[in-house]
DNA sequence: AACACATAGCGTCAGGGCGG
DNA sequence: CCGCCCTGACGCTATGTGTT
């Protein structure tokens, strides 16, 4: 598809159901959130409408129509959409018909693909019991709150990489490996193996070499292979972090964007309202 | 140029959560 | 219960920026 997403014309960057906001829009006690989520469409350049601009509330009728109604439309300039209804549909009808299908999930965010991007709560593969328990209690993780981003597509190919890197960084491996303060012993040469087996030689204080006994061997392998495995888990960790700051950034923008626009259109009725009541 | 400070990124550790 | 993963916290280093 050749529509893009966006929030806020940041390029990439489909919208965001943020977890945290999920949990405040429950502060009423009431577990079961419906989280309005907020997205800027940009469509393909070959149409002219190409920037949808309307704020559209909730259960209102509007463009945008769920499955069982589609109704094709000419999408008006603008920006930001309120998407609230599950298994939504936006039509365009620009030469080929395009359609941007929304997950049912109740705080769906769009996405270039057509992918949904939402939040901890909405995840397939989790029972209701569970995910309310983790609503509850738990922030969700990078990891979950990226893939639900619709980025799963990227971290899958970083995936890719990372597997690839990780068999580099094995197999072309050298590290020292800790030993033991006490133990009299000097790391002399780590070389790693293609096949995830180290060679750790050492010597003693008197520069004399030996391979210890297998048990050290093995924890210093060990203890090398979680540190590495750590060491790229923090690197994702981040990774995921600053994504999702940049997305709660993008929110924030939109947001505002929209207070706007709502700030103009009661003002502008207000106006509307004071002339018609003075005639 | 030298220095101080701020910022970003990294590696490591610790601790909690989760699946098997 | 154990092993693994994720992430906050901490310390370190590199880089950028403003001041002298």
Request: charged share 20%; net charge neutral; hydrophobic share 30%.
């Amino acid at each position: 598809m050749d529509g893009m997403v966006e929030e806020n014309g940041t390029s990439g960057a489909a919208g965001v159901a943020d977890p945290l906001s999920s949990a405040g829009s429950s502060a009423g006690g009431a577990p079961h959130v419906v989280v309005t989520s907020i997205v800027q469409l940009t469509l393909p350049t070959q149409a002219p409408s190409a920037q949808v601009q309307s704020v559209i509330q909730p259960n209102q009728q509007s463009v945008i129509q769920t499955a069982s109604n589609i109704q094709p439309v000419q999408l008006p300039k603008g920006n930001v959409i309120l998407v609230t209804k599950p298994s939504s549909v936006i039509h365009t009808t620009q030469g080929t018909l395009q359609t941007l299908q929304i997950k049912p999930e109740p705080n769906t965010i769009l996405s270039a693909q057509g992918q949904s991007c939402s939040d901890d709560s909405c995840s397939d593969d989790e029972s209701p019991k569970r995910k309310y328990r983790e609503m509850l209690t738990r922030r969700p993780s990078y990891r979950k709150i990226l893939n639900d981003l619709g980025g799963a597509e990227i971290a899958e190919n970083r995936m890719g990489t990372k597997g690839l890197e990780n068999e580099v960084s094995l197999s072309s491996l050298s590290f020292a490996p800790v030993i033991p303060a006490d133990s009299g012993l000097h790391t002399l040469a780590v070389s790693g193996t293609a096949g995830g087996g180290a060679i750790v030689q050492y010597a003693n204080q008197d520069g004399q070499f030996y391979v210890p006994g297998p048990i050290l061997e093995d924890q210093t392998r060990k203890r090398e292979l979680r540190l590495l495995k750590n060491r790229e888990a923090a690197r994702e960790c981040r990774r995921k972090k600053k994504e999702y700051i940049k997305c709660l950034e993008n929110r924030v923008a939109v947001l505002e964007n929209q207070n706007k626009a709502l700030i103009d259109e009661l003002k502008s009725l207000k106006e509307l309202y004071c002339q018609q009541k003075t005639e």
